[in-house]
């Protein structure tokens, strides 16, 4: 993994929390937390990658790295898990809203139980988890929230609706939750990542040929990977960003 080449000193010690931790961005953005000397716990459903995940950086990282199983679409369970992840941290100074799920759905196929599903996954857990959180950044006299969103919705991809819809909302709700909280010295931003190729999206959707489109219409002409995100998140997260909220950054290659 490519290692962060900048320093956030002020996030050493922090608590810190990531859903959906256990692989592809996740992993790499707990592995960049714990990299930096943070405590950090994460959240994920996949048992045995978290379970190996969390081993491993405990081995090499300044604090032990702690792993909460919970389903996130179950709210009670989702916030309970969010609790759990703040009392094995003892305080908690950072969320980052990770978890996701970016199936591919024609129009037609479409449910109300699937579109349903969608949404608890990509958007209203990230309600919940933020709203269990907050009480533990107010305690810590302040602190970061990063929501992960995606340019997915800004690019008429007619292939992916709800998944698209749950994306732009996620702007919607960094831009109030960042209203909301800014007086308690707690900032919300958002990033959106492009095309990052990890390995379950090449066994699942990406193609060779739709990897060489995108990068042919980036500025940067290389695939981007998980590790490309993790530099942005840290600095969301530290004092480096002390007086940014309620933005955006786009992490694409220059895509859009």
């Known amino acids: ?12 010690d922090r608590g810190v929390l990531v859903t959906g931790g256990g692989s592809g961005i996740g992993a790499a953005l707990v592995e960049g937390f714990a990299t930096q000397g943070a405590q950090v716990a994460f959240i994920d459903i996949a048992d045995d990658v978290s379970r190996n995940l969390a081993a491993r950086l405990t081995e090499k990282s300044r604090h032990p790295v702690f792993y909460v199983k919970a389903d996130l679409r179950n709210i009670e369970e989702a916030k309970a898990a969010a609790n759990e992840a703040a009392r094995r941290l003892g305080s908690m100074s950072v969320l980052v809203n990770n978890a996701g799920w970016d199936d591919r759905h024609e129009l037609e196929a479409v449910t109300e139980e699937y579109w349903d599903n969608s949404q608890a996954i990509n958007l209203k857990q990230m309600f919940f988890v933020s709203q269990a959180i907050v009480p533990h950044l107010r305690k810590a006299g302040g602190g970061a929230i990063v929501n992960f969103s995606s340019i997915a919705y800004l690019l008429n991809m007619g292939e992916m609706p709800a998944y698209t819809t749950a994306k732009a909302g996620i702007i919607g709700l960094t831009k109030s939750l960042a ?65 940014m909220t309620a933005q955006t950054i786009v992490i694409d290659g220059g895509a859009l």
Do not use: Y
């Open 1 to 12: 993994m490519a290692q962060v080449s900048v320093s956030h000193p002020d996030l050493a």
């Open 179 to 243: 209203g909301k909280l800014g007086p308690e010295n707690i900032r919300v931003n958002a990033i959106l990542p492009g095309m990052i190729v990890t390995e379950r999206q090449k066994e699942l959707w990406l193609k060779e040929e739709n990897i060489a489109a995108m990068v042919a219409r980036q500025c940067l002409k290389r695939v981007l990977v998980a590790e490309d995100l993790v530099g942005p998140c840290l600095f969301l997260a530290s004092t480096a960003s002390a007086a």
